[in-house]
Nanobody, 122 residues
Framework: QVQLVESGGDLVQPGGSLRLSCVAT????????MGWYRQVPGKQRELVATINSGHAINYADSVKGRFTISRENAKNTVHLQMNDLKPEDTAVYHC????????????????WGQGTQVTVSS
């Protein structure tokens, strides 16, 4: 079983910064893509940023220029540096990993973490 553990969420003032981290553990052959998604009550889950094993990156327009995603492949770890935070960034941030547990094409996994709370308020 692949498990994701997130950390780094906190309460910060507008304009502040946070760094989220996520570590994937378990039976893993390779992780092709890792990313961050966020969700608030009453709204649908939103993609924040993704990064693949070749370090190709995709950001949501709302965070582009403020957030930076990075990955440590050897450690199965992904980070999200969040700068110039705004109240609308308040959400539960979930880590995601997509990969394979073995060389079999049927061993694909799509794992999610439990989430870490980010609150931006004055």
């Amino acid at each position: 079983q692949v498990q994701l553990v997130e950390s780094g969420g906190d309460l910060v003032q507008p304009g502040g910064s946070l760094r989220l981290s996520c570590v994937a553990t378990g039976t893993i052959f390779t992780i092709n893509r890792m990313g961050w998604y966020r969700q608030v009550p009453g709204k649908q889950r939103e993609l924040v940023a993704t990064i693949n094993s070749g370090h190709a990156i995709n950001y949501a327009d709302s965070v582009k220029g403020r957030f930076t995603i990075s990955r440590e492949n050897a450690k199965n770890t992904v980070h999200l540096q969040m700068n110039d935070l705004k109240p609308e960034d308040t959400a539960v941030y979930h880590c995601n990993a997509l990969g394979y547990t073995s060389t079999s094409s049927k061993s694909v996994f799509d794992a999610w973490g439990q989430g870490t709370q980010v609150t931006v308020s004055s």
